[in-house]
Each structure stands twice: as C-alpha cells, then as structure tokens.
C-alpha cells in the first residue's frame, strides 16, 4: 500500500466505507480519482441515511442522477464507469 493509503479511512462514514476502502486500494497508485468519486457516493449514501449493504438500482439511478446534474459528458462517463467498477 502507499503511504497515502491509510489515512483515507477517516472521509468515509456510510454503510459502505470498508467496500469503498477496499476498492481504493485494489486501485493502486492510480486510484487518486476514484477516492475522490468514491467519498462522493459514501456522502450521498451517508446524507440520504442508506442502510441497506446494497448498491440498489434506485440507488443507483438517483447517484448517477445527481452526479450527472452539473458535470461534463467526460467527467460524467468517468463517474459510471467507475460506479459500475464498484458495485461488481
């Protein structure tokens, strides 16, 4: 792991911090975006009180909803497909 690595534990607080932990660090070093993106979607899963252990197609569709809101074609495919990469 980077050094980098450990202290990102503390921007996560939804049901789903240790996956989004996880899937940072099977990112490697080029993972830097997607810890981005991912605090993103513990904080709107963290906001909207998710308690479920499950990336739900409502769930889903209201985060690509809200993502999608203000953002580029490029950053909007880049939240996706790295979305989709988490929930497998």
């Known amino acids: ?9 503390h921007y996560f607080y ?3 911090k240790d996956d989004c932990i996880g899937y940072k660090a ?3 070093y080029k993972g830097n975006s997607i810890e981005f ?4 979607f513990d904080r709107f899963c963290y906001n909207k009180n998710i308690t ?14 809200e993502i999608c809101l203000n953002v580029n074609s490029t950053t909007k495919y880049s939240y996706i497909h790295n979305i989709n990469d988490f929930c497998k």
Not at 52 to 65: D, G, S
């Open 52 to 65: 479920l252990h499950e990336v739900t197609k409502n769930l889903y569709t209201e985060w690509i909803a």
């Open 26 to 28: 099977s990112c490697g």
């Open 1 to 9: 792991m980077n050094g980098g690595f450990l202290h990102i534990s």
């Open 37 to 40: 993106q991912l605090v993103r």
């Open 14 to 16: 939804s049901i789903f």
